[in-house]
Every structure is written in structure tokens, then in C-alpha cells.
């Protein structure tokens, strides 16, 4: 009787038990959320200034019924709970200074519109960079949200600086 109670007990044992890999009481199981993608993030970013394509220009809009320079800036980049800065004078201290050549998706260019000045007054977001032709969103005081290219006259000349925030 005493064998049959102990190979009873000695079977129910080893049916109950899980092989199972242990981890070190001191160690921590660490979980790594995947981190956005900047590129990922500009294209977001992206789309979501396109949405105002159309929009006529406000002085400090920020919305569909009107919408200024840095006013789609701070709009686009807020959609993915980006913040920036409201105006284009702080817009152009912020981020990293880049070269022209090394533009990319999202990047931000700026421009001094007014004549025999050099000071930065207007903004845009790239929207396509390839060999020699970038492109970018912004709002036009005459033609509101539009997509420009930077080789067009006008733009390339009033061109003073790119800067990366992303």
C-alpha cells in the first residue's frame, strides 16, 4: 500500500508539472514599444496640410475658414502632437539647421518675401524631395494653401534657409 500511495503521488507530480525557463528574480522583462518612424511621421504630417489645399490665407488662422504661413505649420505638426512654435521668426530657430541638398519629407524651408530683405517672413513644409526638385506646401498671401515648386523664380530666390524638427 505505501508503494502504490507513493508512485500515486510521484505520477500526479510529474503530470502537474511545466517545464518553464526562469528568469532571474534581479532581472527585468523589459518591453520596447516600436518607436514611430520620422519618415512615417511625415507623411502624416503631410497629408494632414494637404487637407487645407484650397484654403484661402489669414493673417493668424489656424483653420479650414483661413490659414497663415506658420499657421499650417503649427496645424500640420500639432496633428501628430508635435509642438512647435506659432511664428515663423521662432519656426526659424528651431530644429536643425540642413543643407538644401540633404531636404527631406517634412523638413521645413524658409523664405524672406520682401524685397531687399533677408529676414525670414514666410514658411513651408517639403512635400517631395529628389534630385533637384523640392517641393513644399504652404499658404500664399494670394493664393492661399497651395503646393509650389522650389526651382520657380520667385521661390528660389526669396529661399533663406531649411531646417529639420522631426
Known amino acids: 500500500m ?5 508512485a500515486l503521488i510521484l505520477i500526479a507530480g510529474f503530470s502537474s508539472c511545466k ?3 526562469s528568469v532571474p528574480k534581479n532581472q527585468k522583462t523589459v518591453v520596447k ?3 514611430a518612424k520620422p519618415l512615417y511621421k511625415a507623411e502624416n ?3 494632414y496640410a494637404k ?11 489656424t483653420t479650414k475658414r483661413g490659414m497663415d504661413c506658420s499657421g499650417l505649420i503649427y496645424t500640420s505638426f500639432k496633428s501628430e502632437a508635435i509642438s512647435l512654435p506659432r511664428t515663423t521668426k521662432d519656426l526659424a530657430i528651431t530644429g536643425d539647421w540642413i ?15 520682401k524685397k531687399n530683405s533677408r529676414k525670414v517672413n514666410h514658411v513651408g513644409i517639403v512635400t ?8 513644399f506646401i504652404h499658404s500664399s498671401t494670394s493664393k492661399g494653401v497651395i503646393t509650389s515648386q522650389l526651382s520657380e523664380r520667385y ?3 526669396a529661399f533663406v534657409q531649411a531646417r529639420r524638427v522631426l
Open 51 to 61: 487637407k487645407f489645399e484650397g484654403t484661402r490665407y489669414k493673417y493668424g488662422g
Open 128 to 135: 517631395s524631395s529628389q534630385m533637384g526638385r523640392v517641393e
Open 155 to 157: 521661390w528660389y530666390f
Open 99 to 113: 543643407d538644401l541638398k540633404e531636404v527631406k519629407k517634412g523638413d521645413l524651408l524658409f523664405f524672406a518675401t
Open 2 to 6: 505505501k508503494k502504490f500511495l507513493f
Open 45 to 47: 504630417i503631410i497629408d
Open 33 to 35: 514599444k516600436p518607436k
Open 19 to 21: 517545464s518553464s525557463k
